[in-house]
């Protein structure tokens, strides 16, 4: 009989439960992979909210934005009838509401930037999908998705950096926007401050440079011009290509049209209306003015953030005949004899400069040579030593020897290296003759003569020695100008002067010139000879190619050694005005003398010159003083003249 062995006792006996089932397979890692996803999905969380309270933390505060937009300091220019010349600056007009525009106004800048504008949140996906499709069939960026909020977030806030982080800044910032303002105070915002080119920033500023008004008051083929705009200002600018401006208009017309915002009569009727800009009445040339004043008129100005007015002297009618007169002359190689640049300043008998170029062509060669370049007046100068040799008691009629002389080493020869003999200083002065004006330009001194020219408005240094007399140091065009004028004005000392006045764009005076006290340089018997001298020298001397007919003209010529220096001072009328006519280089002319390219631009730009109030009513002419007595009055001086001392 078999024996049952006992169950051990630490063994248990077997369940009369039903048996433990298997756990399926798989079931623990299943939980794991839960487990771990969840995990990384939380880390990731914690991971982009630290993220994105780091790209975030330091945006600012959209509620502290001000609706009124912020000011900058543009300039405009106005010549002496209030006429444009030229803006300078970034300029901004009024802020306008959107209720104060035109409806197609606001609509050509929805249909171009953002249809969905007023039905997104800020931040528009059906937008950033319809772009990417777009640039996707393209092969390249053909369209943007950000939205107006987006635009006007990074214009407010950021920079125009292109990465992951600051488009991330702009979309909250959107986001903030849309919550802290209604939607037109949000496009009345981004109106106001987006940039339209030519330095506007603003659709008003815009409106008023383009077109001349109000953005109120624009067209429909005006605004869609300036919607046009946004996509890239400087390229679609009127003032730039009005042709392609034209057709960027015609495309906004096109997609109003299409968007339902205009009906197709009035996109056809936009399209074929020319849309007229409105430009400066001024020339290229004139940029040589306004560089020349600019700096100044801001220190004038003082620290601003609004546009100013700087009213100035200029003259654009003048300035179109001066720019006219020496474009005739130097692009005709006949005319121009070797010389490649041209230099004028004419001012009003006090000083008013009312044309000034600086050179054949602006936009070519910028550099001013009316106030910059300092070349040799030549026989331009003895306008000085005559009327200083007539303060010291020498008169018209006195006879000198057109004959070679010396005073030592020096020499002086006549342009032609022709001599004539006994001749009247009148005469000596019409024909230029060198020797006569050293001759008495050693009767007169020379410290004297550099102090005449220094009183009548000569600022540059003077060389005092015997070549004086000829011209031998160096002045501007402008020196020269303003020292003429004594001559045209009754012997009045002449300030040239470019601003009259700076003003708020409100109104309000900034600065205002003070009229100088009036101050006579040349006393009346000595203005009386030497216009006398200048317009014989006009009618029949070196300068008669310069002569304007039926108007009394008086004028000098100047040539320097070979050529390399032209010049013509004179008046005609109250306009006084001087040319200089040379290369940069210093290099010689084809014989380019006074009475050449310089008499013909001066006689083409007082031809066509709007006229100048003349010299003082209440100054008279005053009869030459007879000899006997001068005699009477400075028996010395008349007894040297007659014997001609020092000659």
């Known amino acids: 009989m078999t024996r049952r062995t006992p169950p051990?006792?630490?063994?248990?006996?077997?369940?009369?439960?039903?048996?433990?089932?298997?756990?399926?397979?798989?079931?623990?890692?299943?939980?794991?992979?839960?487990?771990?996803?969840?995990?990384?999905?939380?880390?990731?969380?914690?991971?982009?909210?630290?993220?994105?309270?780091?790209?975030?933390r330091d945006l600012p505060n959209v509620s502290d934005i001000e609706l009124a937009q912020p000011r900058l300091g543009g300039e405009v220019y106005l010549d002496r009838d209030n006429r444009v010349i030229a803006r300078r600056g970034a300029s901004r007009g009024a802020s306008l509401g959107v209720e104060e525009l035109p409806a197609y106004l606001v609509n050509a800048v929805l249909a171009v930037e953002d249809r969905r504008f007023y039905e997104h949140s800020g931040i528009d996906l059906r937008g950033i999908a319809r772009a990417m499709w777009a640039n996707v069939r393209a092969g390249r960026v053909v369209q943007g998705g950000s939205t107006i909020t987006q635009q006007l977030a990074k214009n407010l806030f950021l920079t125009a950096d292109r990465t992951f982080v600051r488009k991330i800044q702009?979309?909250?910032?959107?986001?903030?926007?849309?919550?802290?303002?209604?939607?037109?105070?949000?496009?009345?915002?981004?109106?106001?401050?987006?940039?339209?080119?030519?330095?506007?920033?603003?659709?008003?500023?815009?409106a008023q440079r383009y077109f001349g008004r109000s953005a109120r008051d624009v067209s429909l083929g005006e605004a869609a011009l300036l919607a046009g705009l946004l996509k890239a200002p400087s390229r679609y600018s009127p003032a730039n290509d009005l042709e392609r401006a034209a057709a960027r208009a015609t495309?906004?017309?096109?997609?109003?049209?299409?968007?339902?915002?205009?009906?197709?009569?009035?996109?056809?009727?936009?399209?074929?209306?020319?849309?007229?800009?409105?430009?400066?009445?001024?020339?290229?040339?004139?940029?040589?003015?306004?560089?020349?004043?600019?700096?100044?008129?801001?220190?004038?100005?003082?620290?601003?953030?609004?546009d100013i007015i700087i009213h100035t002297t200029l003259d654009i009618d003048a300035q179109r005949a001066a720019e006219d007169a020496i474009r005739q002359v130097m692009t005709n190689p006949e005319t121009a004899r070797g010389a490649d640049q041209a230099a004028l300043v004419a001012l009003s008998g006090d000083g008013a400069i009312r044309a000034l170029v600086g050179g054949v062509d602006y936009a070519t060669s910028p550099y001013n040579r009316a106030?910059?370049?300092?070349?040799?007046?030549?026989?331009?100068?003895?306008?000085?030593?005559?009327?200083?040799?007539?303060?010291?008691?020498?008169?018209?009629?006195?006879?000198?020897?057109?004959?070679?002389?010396?005073?030592?080493?020096?020499?002086?020869?006549?342009?032609?290296?022709?001599?004539?003999?006994?001749?009247?200083?009148?005469?000596?002065f019409a024909r230029s003759s060198n020797v006569i004006a050293a001759r008495i330009a050693e009767e007169t001194g020379h410290g004297f003569i550099a102090q005449l020219a220094r009183r009548l408005g000569i600022e540059s240094e003077i060389r005092v020695d015997r070549s004086m007399a000829l011209g031998s140091f160096e002045v501007t065009p402008v020196e020269l100008a303003t020292a003429y004028a004594a001559f045209a004005n009754g012997g009045q000392r002449a300030h040239s002067h470019a601003i009259t006045r700076i003003e708020t764009v409100e109104g309000e005076v900034l600065w205002e010139r003070e009229q100088p006290a009036m101050e006579t340089v040349i006393d009346q018997?000595?203005?009386?000879?030497?216009?006398?001298?200048?317009?014989?020298?006009?009618?029949?001397?070196?300068?008669?190619?310069?002569?304007?007919?039926?108007?009394?003209?008086?004028?000098?010529?100047?040539?320097?050694?070979?050529?390399?220096?032209?010049?013509?001072?004179?008046?005609?009328?109250?306009l006084t005005a001087a040319v200089w006519v040379g290369n940069d280089d210093f290099s010689p002319t084809d014989r380019a003398a006074g009475s050449g390219p310089p008499a013909a631009i001066f006689r083409a730009f007082m031809t066509d010159a709007p006229p100048e109030a003349a010299i003082p009513a209440n100054w008279q002419e005053p009869v030459e003083i007879e000899a006997e007595e001068r005699e009477e009055r400075d028996p010395i001086s008349s007894l040297l003249s007659r014997i001609g001392v020092g000659g």
């Open 8 to 56: 051990a006792p630490w063994r248990k006996r077997p369940s009369s439960q039903t048996p433990r089932r298997t756990p399926p397979r798989g079931g623990k890692p299943r939980l794991t992979w839960l487990r771990a996803l969840f995990s990384l999905a939380l880390i990731g969380f914690f991971v982009l909210a630290a993220l994105f309270v780091a790209i975030t």
């Open 170 to 206: 702009e979309m909250v910032l959107a986001w903030q926007l849309e919550q802290a303002f209604t939607k037109d105070e949000i496009l009345a915002l981004y109106l106001d401050r987006v940039y339209f080119g030519a330095g506007a920033y603003g659709v008003e500023a815009a």
């Open 251 to 306: 495309v906004v017309l096109d997609l109003m049209f299409e968007t339902g915002r205009i009906s197709e009569h009035e996109r056809i009727d936009a399209a074929q209306t020319p849309v007229r800009i409105a430009r400066a009445a001024s020339t290229p040339g004139s940029g040589y003015f306004i560089d020349w004043i600019e700096e100044r008129a801001r220190e004038l100005a003082g620290d601003r953030e609004a």
């Open 371 to 428: 106030i910059l370049s300092h070349r040799q007046p030549g026989s331009a100068f003895k306008a000085f030593v005559y009327a200083a040799a007539f303060e010291g008691g020498l008169r018209p009629s006195d006879v000198r020897d057109d004959l070679p002389v010396a005073w030592g080493n020096w020499s002086p020869q006549n342009y032609n290296g022709q001599y004539s003999g006994p001749m009247t200083l009148e005469t000596a």
């Open 525 to 574: 018997r000595t203005l009386a000879w030497m216009r006398r001298l200048l317009e014989t020298t006009a009618r029949s001397g070196t300068a008669r190619l310069a002569a304007v007919p039926g108007t009394l003209t008086g004028a000098k010529t100047g040539t320097t050694n070979d050529n390399r220096d032209a010049w013509i001072a004179g008046y005609t009328g109250g």
